[in-house]
């Protein structure tokens, strides 16, 4: 079966494609739905693009803009926070790491101090979420031109076995070349899945933190 190239723009659709016997791509319904509520031509995730976190849709205590101190300047709040972002700490830790935090804090320090945290932690998940984005676009372009290529491979067998006079060694050689392409698309694409959740997965973990952080927060 011959594979048209496709423009870079088809990234969004690289998740509804399979590879069978030769290769073949698999149009769903929502493919068109999943692009406009994605946006950019590169990112091939279902879950909606958002590049950047605002923090007042996260955060209802004082202002970050107003902070007079750095979140790092206060040592035991630079602690918590570079444990709990860690790479290493598994999600349950961390959130138990920013409860004790939180409850060993005296009331008369609690807003500052609970502030300069969320400060931390809201910082580190930016920059920890835009290494994930970036990655995943990254991904998806790689993928759109390992298509390009597997095409021009399709082309090129559909070529040698229309000569009369092509070699079958080469016909052979080129077959498994395409077939190994194929193969590596697949397992790939397999890993996209997995990388368009992390950025949401920190959100999530960060929103739960925020949520330990806001219970104790002095009302105003």
Do not use: K
């Not at 011959?2 to 073949?24: E, F, K, N, W, Y």
Request: charged share 25%.
């Amino acid at each position: 079966m011959r594979l048209a190239r496709l423009p870079a723009r088809a990234a969004p659709a690289l998740l509804a494609l399979a590879l069978g016997s030769g290769l073949l791509l698999c149009a769903v319904p929502s493919v068109e739905a999943q692009r406009a509520a994605a946006g950019p031509p590169d990112w091939p995730c279902v879950q909606r693009l958002i590049p950047e976190l605002a923090w007042g849709t996260l955060w209802t205590g004082p202002s970050l803009d107003d902070l007079e101190q750095r979140w790092w300047e206060d040592e035991e709040v630079g602690r918590v926070v570079r444990f709990a972002m860690a790479r290493d700490t598994p999600p349950e830790q961390a959130l138990a790491r920013v409860r004790d935090f939180v409850a060993s804090l005296e009331d008369d320090e609690a807003q500052a101090r609970l502030t300069l945290l969320f400060a931390g932690l809201f910082e580190l998940t930016g920059r920890q979420r835009g290494r994930a984005i970036d990655a995943v676009r990254q991904a998806s372009r790689a993928q759109v031109a390992r298509l390009d290529t597997i095409s021009a491979m399709v082309d090129e067998l559909e070529a040698l076995r229309a000569d009369e006079g092509a070699s079958p060694e080469e016909i052979e050689r080129l077959s498994d070349a395409l077939f190994w392409e194929q193969r590596t698309f697949q397992m790939r694409q397999q890993t996209l899945p997995a990388m368009c959740e992390q950025p949401y997965l920190l959100e999530e973990t960060l929103s739960r933190m925020v949520r330990l952080i806001m219970e104790r927060m002095p009302q105003r």
